[in-house]
């Protein structure tokens, strides 16, 4: 079956350092892939999609580039602030026969951005 | 009016109880899901309605149980539930055709059982 791996966090860095959170996955076919974000106290938000090889889906700054080749898709950002401080959620997706989405997660990166 | 709205946010409830947790979307979107989010754990699906019809349901045990009643309303009825049920569920929405995988999700109901 489908799945996802994340690197395990919690991820501390300062503001304005550079961010990787390392994303792979095991698929059949070809799926979409996703970052979702969730901030304290709320629920998930699309932050940033990428529907076939070789796409960069990019958003507020953050950028994940879906490499076939290496089944991956992680997420950078060139300078974070202490407002990108969420738990951020890699992801894939298959179409369901009877309609709808099956989005498959990895178990979540929390980032914590420090001044 | 937020996208899509659950209610109550907090729960807390004995084994014997019976409870339900509800999700509204105002999206106009035509699938609706129930989610499981614990600690150190991946999200977990649930249940998929899909215009109104259950598509997907995840070897999920019968002290869960799912109502649709029209495309903007999802419910989740609790009864018996264990201690290790608690958790926060979330509701998502989204529209199949245009954006798949786009999923909207509302702030969760954190559950607890005692």
């Known amino acids: 079956g489908n799945s996802v791996t994340q690197m395990e966090g919690p991820v501390t860095l300062s503001e304005e350092a550079f961010l990787t959170i390392n994303c792979t996955y095991t698929a059949t076919g070809y799926p979409s892939l996703f970052w979702y974000v969730q901030y304290p106290g709320e629920g998930l938000q699309l932050l940033l999609k990428a529907t076939k090889a070789d796409d960069k889906g990019s958003n507020k700054g953050f950028e994940a580039t879906y490499r076939k080749e290496t089944t991956s898709f992680h997420l950078e950002k060139g300078s974070v602030q202490v407002s990108d401080s969420a738990v951020y959620f890699c992801a894939l997706s298959d179409i369901l026969t009877g309609g709808g989405n099956k989005l498959t997660f990895g178990t979540g990166t929390q980032l914590k951005v420090e001044l | 009016e937020t996208g899509v709205t659950q209610t109550p946010r907090h729960l807390v409830m004995g084994m014997t109880n019976k409870k339900s947790l509800k999700c509204e979307q105002h999206?106009?979107?035509?699938?609706m899901y129930w989610y499981k989010q614990s600690a150190k754990k991946p999200l977990e699906l649930m249940f998929v309605?899909?215009?109104?019809?259950?598509?997907e349901n995840n070897s999920v045990p019968s002290r869960f149980s799912p109502e649709c009643p029209n495309s903007s309303h999802l419910f989740l009825h609790l009864h018996t539930l264990q201690p290790e049920d608690s958790a926060l569920y979330l509701c998502a929405s989204s529209q199949d055709v245009g954006a798949p995988g786009e999923l909207f999700f509302g702030e969760g109901s954190r559950l607890t059982v005692l």
């Open positions: 999206l106009g979107h035509n699938a």
């Open positions: 309605y899909s215009l109104e019809e259950r598509v």
